[in-house]
């Protein structure tokens, strides 16, 4: 209960403002290259799937940058990281395409994201520290529940099939969430997003800007089967799991536990036959 009326360094939250010419300098190189990636997606055969592998890599680069600047301040030299950071995304998605083994590339991400941010003091005050074995097991346990909670219910109520028809397809879909779609999650809405509005506010309102920014990014996917009831239990588990990481992220200090739960209920969805 402590938690939901703390305030977490409320003196330092001047310090992290940000002018617009930062963000105009991040958004406009993303929609240009998302919107270069779009025309080119419309094309059949392989430009059609480097369009969108662009395209996709260009979003998960502007989550990067942006968490960046929000942890570190726009004076933190945040163009360097973020470019090299853009680059493994794009790389890793277009080497993605080439099938087999080659989704797996999507794991550079995070660790190109730790050797970027894990020496930095600041970047430790935002999740990127170690948890305890009982918050692990935590964020474990909860992604389980809800991934089995999901599958029960959409094969009950909606009669989806639980079922992996390609092993490739799946481990292909799992390396994308675990290497790319997951650690931009954490690293964004709670890592940046909910430790920056806690700084300023109470705990519950820095849980809903976090966990509404991260509803809104699942439900808008253009991967998102578009159907009434799939964007209703995607705003459903999203928002759960969103509040879920930032009370793991805020008890244990970690963004880790919440990955980990992000990552298992993907895992969880992704055997789900819509």
């Not at 990636?37 to 395209?55: C, K």
């Not at 588990?237 to 793991?248: P, R």
Request: aromatic letters at 12%; charged letters at 10%; a positive charge.
């Amino acid at each position: 209960m402590v938690l939901l009326s703390a305030s977490f360094e409320a003196a330092r939250a001047e310090s992290r403002r940000v002018p617009w010419n930062t963000w105009l300098q991040i958004a406009g190189p993303v929609l240009a290259v998302v919107f270069g990636g779009v025309s080119i997606a419309f094309r059949e055969g392989l430009p059609g799937a480097i369009g969108q592998a662009i395209a996709g890599a260009a979003i998960h680069a502007g989550f990067l940058a942006v968490g960046w600047v929000l942890i570190g301040g726009p004076r933190s030299d945040w163009r360097g990281p973020a470019l090299r950071l853009a680059g493994i995304v794009v790389v890793a998605s277009l080497v993605s395409r080439l099938g087999g083994w080659a989704p797996f590339a999507y794991l550079l991400v995070p660790i190109a994201l730790l050797a970027e941010a894990n020496a930095r003091a600041d970047f430790r005050a935002c999740g990127f520290v170690w948890p305890d074995l009982r918050a692990a097991a935590l964020g474990l346990a909860g992604g389980l529940f809800l991934g089995l909670h999901l599958l029960v219910t959409s094969s009950l109520t909606f009669g989806h099939l639980v079922r992996v028809d390609s092993a490739s397809t799946y481990w292909a879909a799992a390396a994308y969430d675990l290497g790319v779609s997951a650690p931009t999650a954490e690293w964004l809405f709670r890592g940046a997003v909910f430790s920056t509005a806690w700084r300023c506010w109470a705990f519950a309102p820095a849980v809903a800007l976090s966990t509404g920014l991260a509803v809104l990014r699942y439900v808008l996917d253009p991967n998102l089967p578009g159907s009434p009831e799939v964007w209703v239990g995607a705003a459903l588990y999203t928002g759960l799991i969103g509040v879920a990481a930032c009370a793991l992220r805020a008890q244990s200090g970690s963004l880790l536990p919440g990955y980990l739960m992000t990552a298992t209920f993907f895992l969880a969805y992704r055997a789900l036959g819509h």
